[in-house]
T-cell receptor
Framework: NAGVMQNPRHLVRRRGQEARLRCSPM?????VYWYRQLPEEGLKFMVY????????ESGMPKERFSAEFPKEGPSILRIQQVVRGDSAAYFC?????????????FGPGTRLTVT | QKEVEQDPGPLSVPEGAIVSLNCTYS??????FMWYRQYSRKGPELLMY????GNKEDGRFTAQVDKSSKYISLFIRDSQPSDSATYLC?????????????FGTGTQLKVEL
């Protein structure tokens, strides 16, 4: 059973470009979460999605960031017009989130560097 | 005040020692607690999860939750050099504003030969 997959693992963008990060959840999981980890800081929640629905985006910056989880295909976190402060590790997690099973499994992350 | 507090360490122990890692939390609505291990430049790996107060054991790992004092612990028996990593505690409200993990900043553990 494959784990959570993320690609690319490393992404370099110049200021002003767009970054697209992809996440495929574990088989059988329909709940996807995105977290950001800044250097020397803990993981911070960004957004929670189910297929075709954004459930909770309370951790997302108001501008430039968006997320989707289409009916077919991976979840995508999109950052428009990147700035240096967006440089971080972005992790996706998935969960079965059903009765008695709410744990979250993380992918290997995408390390975004903005030059 | 952060909702989940964790001593950053570093914590250095000799091989074979019992390790105690701890977190405190302030939000009494937290119901579900998890421990993750994260190696440098890797994703967090789920070690243990617990739903209520009490102990849960899995191999060399024991997770303990005391909701009355808002204290969660992870014990590692017979620690090995391969246990050297950052350990993250996390909590989830689950309902009514939940659906997300709140993490501590992590404790860096080094197990020395």
């Amino acid at each position: 059973n494959a784990g959570v997959m993320q690609n690319p693992r490393h992404l370099v963008r110049r200021r002003g470009q767009e970054a697209r990060l992809r996440c495929s959840p574990m088989k059988g999981h329909s709940h996807v979460y995105w977290y950001r980890q800044l250097p020397e800081e803990g993981l911070k929640f960004m957004v929670y999605l189910q297929k075709e629905n954004i459930i909770d985006e309370s951790g997302m910056p108001k501008e430039r960031f968006s997320a989707e989880f289409p009916k077919e295909g991976p979840s995508i976190l999109r950052i428009q017009q990147v700035v240096r402060g967006d440089s971080a590790a972005y992790f996706c997690a998935s969960s079965p989130r059903q009765r008695g099973s709410y744990e979250q499994y993380f992918g290997p992350g995408t390390r975004l560097t903005v030059t | 005040q952060k909702e989940v507090e964790q001593d950053p360490g570093p914590l250095s122990v000799p091989e074979g020692a019992i390790v105690s890692l701890n977190c405190t939390y302030s939000n009494s609505a937290f119901q579900y607690f998890m421990w993750y291990r994260q190696y440098s430049r890797k994703g967090p790996e789920l070690l243990m999860y617990t739903y209520s107060s009490g102990n849960k054991e899995d191999g060399r790992f024991t997770a303990q939750v005391d909701k009355s004092s808002k204290y969660i612990s992870l014990f590692i028996r017979d620690s090995q050099p391969s246990d050297s990593a950052t350990y993250l505690c996390a909590a989830d409200i689950l309902t009514g504003g939940g659906n997300k993990l709140t993490f501590g900043t992590g404790t860096q553990l080094k197990v020395e030969l």
